[in-house]
Structures are given as structure tokens and as C-alpha cells.
């Protein structure tokens, strides 16, 4: 089918910055875009960021927009989360995720428009 891992997550003082990767394999033909999102214990799945396959289009949650960037490397079949000027509250597991819906603003926001999800990479910013 398709595997989504991710990696690049760490400890980081808050202010600081990392680079999340999410490499997908398998049958990737399908795919419309690639999401981030983010889980807390005891929280809700929250989107983050993501990007559309063939034109390249991002879109951002009100809480990270001008601090992360999505991109995106096609010959490496690789998406990356920039994140910069980070948060105490932006503590959780990253998790990207694999779409093969008509990518439309709405449905890249939610958790049950991605059908293949990584295992996540633990992002814990200290204050």
C-alpha cells in the first residue's frame, strides 16, 4: 500500500527551530496531497499544514502560519515541515499524512480526509 515515515523530531528550547521529513514509498500514484498534524496526550488530533501534489499549494493552521513551512521534494518522493520560532504548546507527535481526495481547502484540514498515516516523531519544545 503506502508507508509514510517520518523523522527529525527532538527536544528543543522554545524559540528554536526543526526539520521534519516524511518520506512516503509504495503505491503513492494516488496521491492528491501530503498533511501534518499533531496529537498531545489527551488531545485532538490537530492539523497543521499541507500540501497538494501537483501544484505545490500549502495551507496552515492560524497557529503555526509564519512560523512553519510546508514543502515539498518530488524526485525524493519527500515532504518537509520547517518549523521555526517554536512553542511550548507546540509539544506533541508529528504525524503526516497521505490523501488521495479532490484537494480541496476544507478536506485538507481534516484527520478523515488522509487515509495512510506515519508513526510520528516526538516534537517537545521546553520553555
Known amino acids: 500500500q503506502v508507508q509514510l515515515v517520518e523523522s527529525g523530531g527532538g527536544l528543543v528550547q522554545a524559540g528554536g527551530s526543526l526539520r521534519l521529513s516524511c518520506v512516503a514509498s509504495g503505491r503513492t500514484f494516488s496521491r492528491t496531497a501530503i498533511g501534518w498534524f499533531r496529537q498531545a496526550p489527551g488531545k485532538e488530533r490537530e492539523f497543521v499544514a499541507a500540501?497538494?501534489?501537483?501544484?505545490?499549494?500549502?495551507y496552515y493552521a492560524d497557529s503555526v502560519k509564519g512560523r512553519f513551512t510546508i514543502s515539498r521534494d518530488n524526485a525524493k518522493n519527500t515532504v518537509y515541515l520547517q518549523m521555526n520560532s517554536l512553542k511550548p504548546e507546540d509539544t506533541a507527535i508529528y504525524l503526516c499524512?497521505?490523501?488521495?481526495?479532490?484537494?480541496?481547502?476544507?478536506?485538507?484540514?481534516?484527520?478523515?480526509?488522509?487515509?495512510?498515516w506515519g508513526q510520528g516523531t516526538q516534537v517537545t519544545v521546553s520553555s
Open positions: 499524512a497521505f490523501s488521495d481526495l479532490v484537494p480541496i481547502d476544507f478536506l485538507l484540514r481534516r484527520s478523515g480526509s488522509y487515509a495512510y
Open positions: 500540501i497538494t501534489w501537483s501544484t505545490g499549494s500549502t
